[in-house]
Structures are given as structure tokens and as C-alpha cells.
């Protein structure tokens, strides 16, 4: 490539000193950095004026980015690339090549992160686009630097191999560092990854409430890259490692739907007709407004136990959110239901017989 390059050089130059006034090194190494200035403008103004106007009637957003980001990092490479080309017009490329071969190194390299944070860029707009799912706020950023950390190391690397530095060692100590940089930050790149599965799978979404296998109950504040938070019933914010949430057992109560059925214990002495405790209680819940009728309220005779016929009262509400006070409202109902029945609700009672 760089001899393709010095050919390219050597045939331009050549044509360059054809030119009328262009015998005189001086004269036609600043031409040749002005026309190279002016093309570069040109460009630029076709740029942001035509293509730019013309690329914003098409229906895909990738061209309006790509003359956004890459315009001016164009005009910086062929500028540059017009002062190697000067200097090597007028024998100082031996002695600047370094520099300006790093400078154009940079440059080229430059405009290659450009075009990568364009279609990133694209890909983030037309993903949100798509979904509601918090995913490109998330990981856009994440690409982004990941993408820029690793065209600085190309760059360094290239730049070190310019000037004539023996880059394989570096190599093996990058190798060996990554090996323990990634040992000591397991526990940092597990939470990510784990932020990453929560996000795509999207197992939780902002809003929803969980309980985690620890026990804790509440509702999803925020999902970061390495830890979730939970908010409490009791106002407290629970920070949660992503790592622990995807390799975990965590109910989600709003999931498939934000419905959910409670329930209500209660029990009634030995003695009392079943049914009629069922049609006592059935006519309470069925008329509490906010219970939902599809499906149905039920009274349930589970259990004969040590001192009283329990039973249980199912009930569904459309949203979790309104369980809690529902479970309040119905255990009130149904007790005071109860007492009008004469249905009588015994206290623990245990007789102890006593053998002389």
C-alpha cells in the first residue's frame, strides 16, 4: 500500500510540474495544500448543502448521519493528506514522515470511528423506534466508548509501528493484562452482561413489581447496566447486582398482566351449615366494587381444623397495585357479614382432659 501510494504521489507531482509557475518547490507545494484546501472545502459544502438536503428526503436516517459525523473528519484527511503530499514535494518527507504519517494514520482512522458511531447511532434510533424497552439508552453509550476504546489502541498501535517500535511485546503485555484486568473485574463484567440479558430478554420493565428469593418485596425503579434498584413499600431503595437478579428466582406480579388474585382466611365454629356460609360470603364479595366478575369471586371449605371450619375467599383485581386495599376492604366485609348472619367465629380453644 505505501507503494502505491509514493507511485500515486510521484505521477500527481509529475503533473504538478507541467504546470506553468509550478518549477519552484515553494510555489507548487503551497498550491498544491491550497487545492487541496479548496477541494476539501467544496466537498464540505456539497456536504452540508446538497447531499445533506437530499439525504434528509430519503426514508433511512443512516445517510443524514453519515454526512452529520463524517463531513468534517473528510475535510481533516484530505487537508492532511494534501500537507503530506506538499512535503513530499519539497524533500522533507524523510525527515517529517513520521509525524505526518501519524497524523494521517489518526485522521483515516478517525473517520472510521465516524462511519461506526454512525451506524450505531442508526441502529439506536431505529431500535427505539421499535420497542419501548429502555435497551438503546442503555447500551448505545456502552458501544460507543467500547468502539472508541478500541480504535485508540489501533491508533497507538499503528503509530508505534510508524515509528519504527517494535510493537509485539506490548502485544503480549496487553494480552496478559486483559487476562488479569478480566479476572479482577469478574464480578463488575457478570453484573453487565447480566444488565445486558435483563434488558434484551426483557424480564423486568420499570414499574413492575417483584418479590425477590431473599424475600423482599417492591417495585422496579431503575435498571442500570450493573445493578437494579427496587423501591420498598417502605420507601426504601434496594440495590440490586444484575448478576444476582439473572441467575435468581424473582416473581414478577405483573407478568403476563398487571391482574393478581389475594385471598382471604377465615373460619367459622363446628356446627355451621357450609353453604350457607358460602352464600353469606359470596353475596358480600360479589358486590364490592373493584372486584372483577371475570373470573369470578370464590368461597372455599378447605380445611377442618383444630377448632374452626376454615374457609377461603378468592378475589381478582385488574392491577396489583389495588390487592393490598382490597384484602383490607373484603376481611372487613366479610366479617361484619358474618356477625349479621349470626355466624358465629370462634376464639383457639384447646379442652384438656384430665384421668384420675
Known sequence: MVLITQAFMDNLLGRVHTLPYMDNLLISSIAIVVAFAVFAGVLLFLFNGYLKTLAGKTETIIDDLIFKYTSKPIFLLILVFGVKLALFNMGWHDRLVNVVDTLLAVTFLFVLMRVLDVFIEGWGITFSKRTESKLDDVLLPLFHKASHIVFVIIALMWALNIWGINITPYLAGVGISGIVLGLALQ??????????????????????????????????????????????????????????????????????????????????????????????????????????????????????????????????????????????KITEEVYNALNKAKIMIPYPTQVVHVKD
Do not use: C
Open 187 to 328: 464480578d463488575s463484567l457478570k453484573n453487565v452482561l447480566g444488565g445486558i440479558n435483563l434488558l434484551v430478554d426483557k424480564t423486568y420493565q420499570i414499574g413492575d413489581k417483584i418479590k425477590l428469593e431473599s424475600g423482599e418485596v417492591g417495585i422496579i425503579h431503575d435498571i442500570g447496566l450493573r445493578s437494579t434498584k427496587l423501591m420498598t413499600f417502605n420507601n426504601e431503595v434496594v440495590y440490586i447486582p444484575n448478576g444476582y437478579l439473572a441467575n435468581s428466582r424473582v416473581m414478577n406480579f405483573t407478568q403476563p398482566d398487571t391482574r393478581v388474585r389475594g385471598r382471604v382466611d377465615f373460619g367459622v365454629e363446628y356446627g355451621t351449615d357450609v353453604e350457607k356460609v358460602r352464600k353469606v360470603v359470596m353475596g358480600v364479595v360479589s358486590k364490592i366494587e373493584g372486584v372483577s366478575k371475570k373470573p369470578a369471586p370464590s368461597v372455599q371449605f378447605f380445611e377442618m381444623g383444630d377448632f374452626a371450619l376454615k374457609f377461603r375467599v378468592f378475589f381478582w383485581v385488574e392491577h396489583w397495585d389495588k390487592e393490598a386495599a382490597m384484602q383490607l
